[in-house]
């Protein structure tokens, strides 16, 4: 079964925050990605987190609490470019495992 | 700036043929993986490569093999190419745990 668990889709207006859930499974966990994917293009990287906290890169952020088996993305003055759909990722030994991604609308 | 490539964009095949869909990355990566994407499930992971000639099965590696003779280059084979096998096939590759670089896909269908 899926080990990720991500709403499916999430619709805020620009200049809003929104954030976006990630469950994961617990054995063998190494740390939990997020990726950017528009229509008809290639996943993109955007966050990594291995330790319980917040990263920050500019508009976006990304939190982990490793006692929930819980993350989230965090996104800030939405734009409307920011309209894409976002996977959160973890290893399981070799293994790379997208949750099935939740699909952002950013509407004016 | 790094790349993975996948040698086509788009792809349309007959049902039964052998498929090839070819990835190179330019990274020196030792980690490299299959992923089919369909709507409403997110991309599913088919096979994946530690090393060269290592190779372990995904989620979904029913109906597919794949090659890794050369650390650069991993290959997904599609047996004998079936209607269900119709989606969009992404590449990465990655070094790590943190960020894993993808291709920009192929798009197969199957008639």
């Known amino acids: 079964g899926q080990s990720l668990e991500q709403p499916s889709e999430v619709t805020a207006v620009e200049g809003a925050i929104v954030q976006i859930n990630c469950t994961y499974q617990t054995s063998g966990f190494y740390g939990l990605s997020w990726y950017q994917q528009h229509d008809g293009g290639a996943p993109t990287f955007l966050s990594y987190?291995?330790?319980?906290g917040l990263e920050e890169t500019g508009r976006f952020s990304s939190f982990l609490s490793r006692s929930d088996s819980y993350g989230y993305l965090l996104l800030q003055e939405l734009q409307m470019k920011d309209s894409a759909s976002y996977f959160c990722l973890e290893r399981l030994g070799g293994k790379l495992i997208f949750g099935q991604g939740t699909e952002l609308s950013v509407k004016p | 700036d790094v790349k993975v490539t996948q040698s086509s964009r788009y792809l349309v095949k007959r049902t039964g043929e052998k498929v090839f869909l070819e990835c190179v990355q330019d990274m020196d990566h030792e980690n490299m993986f299959w992923y089919r994407q369909d709507p409403g499930l997110g991309l599913r992971l088919i096979y994946f490569?530690?090393?060269?000639?290592?190779?372990e099965k995904g989620d979904i590696p029913e109906g597919y093999s794949v090659s890794r003779e050369k650390k650069e280059r991993f290959s997904l084979i599609l047996e004998s190419a079936s209607t269900n096998q119709t989606s969009m096939y992404l590449c990465?590759?990655?070094?790590?745990?943190?960020?894993?670089?993808f291709g920009q896909g192929t798009r197969l269908t199957v008639v």
């Open positions: 987190n291995a330790l319980d």
């Open positions: 990465a590759s990655t070094s790590g745990d943190t960020e894993a670089f």
């Open positions: 490569s530690y090393d060269v000639k290592m190779k």
